[in-house]
């Protein structure tokens, strides 16, 4: 079946810094969610991105569905944005197929 | 809009135990997934319901069951609990659009913890 992996697992930063995380996967998808998961658990959707760009506030992602991967970026980063980052894929028989997600943690 | 809610928020049972956990999608959504969190697994699918129907389900055991009513609220139900089935377990409700994989938006989840 389809792998989708996200680099790095874990990411520190210190509160201001700017991050790129990314999510590869190995066939064709017919679309991509990234997703935030916060210290209680919740499940927030980010972006609804099966190509192109799309921008909201300090996120941004990019698919380049051609070339199989997708980018999240996080600009001025909060300590609020601490938690797990995952991507998530439709595979071809409909079934969303998550990432192991990266963990990032934001230092105040 | 209220958003998608589940009860209960904890749950301890015992091995051999059944449990049924209940999901309301957002007002409007007809499509209702659930999925099982472990730290060992990640995040995977379990099955998804559309107008009442299955419409899609994943890899996990018969034990693992689920059903739809008309208001479009659902239920999960897992016979026969093992140690392993501890997990959270996270339902989603998506726009009323009708195909697969539309934007998810989750609910807090239910952690089940098998004794």
């Known amino acids: 079946g389809i792998q989708v992996e996200q680099s790095p697992p874990d990411l520190i930063l210190q509160e201001g810094a700017n991050s790129t995380l990314r999510c590869n996967f190995s066939?064709?998808?017919?679309?991509l969610q990234w997703f935030h998961q916060n210290p209680w658990g919740q499940l927030i959707n980010l972006f609804y991105i099966p190509s192109g760009t799309k921008q909201n506030g300090r996120l941004s992602a990019t698919t380049v569905a051609t070339e199989r991967y997708s980018l999240l970026y996080i600009s001025s980063s909060q300590t609020t944005d601490s938690g797990v980052y995952f991507c998530?894929?439709?595979?071809?028989?409909?079934?969303?197929?998550f990432g192991k997600g990266t963990r990032l943690h934001i230092l105040p | 809009k209220a958003g998608v809610t589940q009860t209960p928020r904890y749950l301890i049972k015992t091995r051999g135990q059944q449990v049924t956990l209940s999901c309301s999608p957002i007002s409007g959504h007809r499509s209702v997934s659930w999925y099982q969190q472990t730290p060992g697994q990640g995040l995977q699918f379990l099955f998804e319901?559309?107008?009442?129907?299955?419409?899609n389900k994943g890899n996990f055991p018969g034990r693992f069951s689920g059903r739809q009513f008309s208001n479009s609220r659902s239920e999960m139900n897992v016979s026969t609990l093992e140690l392993g089935d501890s997990a959270l377990y996270l339902c989603a409700s998506s726009p009323t659009q009708g195909y697969p994989g539309e934007k998810l938006f989750f609910g807090s989840g239910t952690q089940l913890s098998v004794l």
């Open positions: 319901y559309f107008s009442e129907t299955q419409r």
């Open positions: 998530a894929v439709l595979n071809r028989d409909d079934k969303i197929i």
């Open positions: 066939d064709s998808v017919n679309n």
